[in-house]
């Protein structure tokens, strides 16, 4: 356990996104102390702006 961040083998070995998104989200968390929660807004301001924004959506939230 790396930096606090609980991970397996395989969820280095076969990251889903699920993972991939914890894992980035925490990083960035610890080693920029930016909280995940405060880029959403960010993130939704571009999606809005983006020409196929409902199908990024649905898979964001897919993703969860």
Do not use: W
Not at 43 to 58: A, D, F, P, Q, Y
Request: with cysteine.
């Amino acid at each position: 356990m790396a930096l606090g961040i609980s991970v397996t083998a395989e969820d280095i070995s076969k990251p889903s996104p699920q993972i991939t998104q914890m894992i980035y989200g925490q990083l960035v968390d610890i080693l920029m102390g930016i909280p995940l929660e405060s880029m959403e807004g960010p993130r939704n301001s571009l999606l809005g702006m983006m020409e196929h924004r409902v199908c990024l959506i649905k898979r964001i939230r897919a993703d969860g």
